[in-house]
């Protein structure tokens, strides 16, 4: 027996000679086998194209706006009957006197090493000051309607997926159908005239009632309610479609039917089965919009008159502001970029086949 644990032991090392691969037990090797290793390589490669993205938008948004002005910012700020004398003034003062890569080189410098977003035409405030005083606003109004959209859109979809033709899948996805059909500003206007105080229930705060959350939470979850439902319906119409069509899929793979054979219950077959594997697409949509939406709810912050980012950047585009236009336009970016790196690298743990 010595003798053949010898020979499995030359075995092992004449190979690992063969195949280039040294054993080493140290601690030094382990930590560098770990960061060149595909995952942290990965992660670092979905960085660096997130900063280079990043970038792009930045330049792009900067030479759109400057290049192709809607108005002029000068004479915007001066006022309808400023002397051209005045409008030179605040064109200098402003920087826009300047040539182009100046001006973008002057941006960039500011943005890249103190993170300075410029201040507004209009007030001379700093919009990263701005942004910053809305952002809770919008993420109110985001994660309570994220919350809304699951709770309603996932459990509706199961249901009709669990009874596919019948007359509550008939009706649960024709009412879908019409959520995603219905525009937001349609239903945020016709949610005002239906249920806010100045319309015919006169259940909710209506437009321009928001509270915020410190000064009255009772208040602030009542000025909210009506915007998050609003904001909801079409996301939750379109997870219950996608929840139904990818479960009906998966109930019929034969791992259900290996399951179902093992005498399992049909609705642990349902939620611990089907529904896992029916959800991952979902989970993946759901960070993207969630990151979409915490850029600015432009439309539902709009009709509903909510001080946040979205209202914002409306605002920003109604007066020609361009810092700010800029500003917004960036941070809705980072979001979005932000959320496609951490789905990818979610993916990458979840799923193997996804290639490094």
Do not use: C
């Not at 100046?102 to 507004?120: C, E, P, T």
């Not at 219905?182 to 009632?209: D, E």
């Not at 208040?219 to 996301?235: E, G, K, R, Y």
């Amino acid at each position: 027996m010595a003798v053949d644990a010898e020979r499995r032991v030359d075995d092992t090392l004449r190979q690992a000679e063969r195949g280039g691969v040294v054993a080493d037990a140290s601690p030094t090797s382990g930590l560098v086998g770990a960061l060149v290793s595909p995952m942290p390589l990965y992660i670092m490669r979905r960085i660096l194209w997130g900063v280079f993205l990043m970038f792009v938008v930045s330049a792009l948004t900067f030479l759109i706006f400057y290049t192709f002005p809607s108005a002029d910012p000068a004479a915007l700020r001066a006022g309808r009957q400023a002397s051209p004398a005045l409008i030179a003034q605040i064109r200098h003062s402003l920087g826009l006197d300047k040539p182009l890569y100046d001006q973008f080189w002057i941006y960039m410098k500011g943005l890249v090493l103190h993170f300075n977003l410029g201040y507004s035409y209009q007030n001379s405030v700093s919009v990263r000051s701005q942004i910053f005083t809305r952002l809770p606003v919008t993420l109110s109004l985001t994660i309570g309607a994220f919350i809304f959209w699951m709770l309603i859109g996932i459990p509706i979809g199961i249901i009709s997926a669990i009874r596919p033709r019948s007359r509550v899948d008939r009706a649960t996805m024709g009412g879908a159908l019409l959520a995603i059909s219905a525009p937001v500003y349609f239903l945020g206007l016709l949610a005002l005239l239906l249920f806010s105080n100045i319309g015919v229930f006169h259940l909710l705060p209506g437009a321009g009632s928001y509270t915020p959350l410190h000064s009255n939470p009772k208040q602030w979850f009542l000025s909210l309610l009506l915007p998050w439902i609003v904001l909801a319906a079409a996301f939750a119409a379109f997870y219950a479609r996608m929840v139904r069509g990818n479960l009906i899929e998966v109930m019929h793979e034969d791992y259900i039917r290996t399951a179902r054979a093992k005498g399992i219950s049909e609705l642990r077959v349902i939620l611990r089965h089907g529904l896992r594997a029916a959800l991952t697409p979902v989970v993946t949509l759901a960070g993207l919009d969630l990151g979409l939406l915490l850029g600015g709810a432009v439309l539902t912050e709009t009709v509903f008159n909510i001080p946040g980012v979205g209202r914002y950047a409306y605002d920003s585009i109604t007066n020609s502001d361009l810092p700010a236009i800029q500003g917004t336009v960036l941070f809705g970016a980072f979001f979005i970029i932000t959320a496609n790196i951490i789905v990818d690298i979610i993916y990458a743990f979840l799923d193997p086949r996804v290639r490094y």
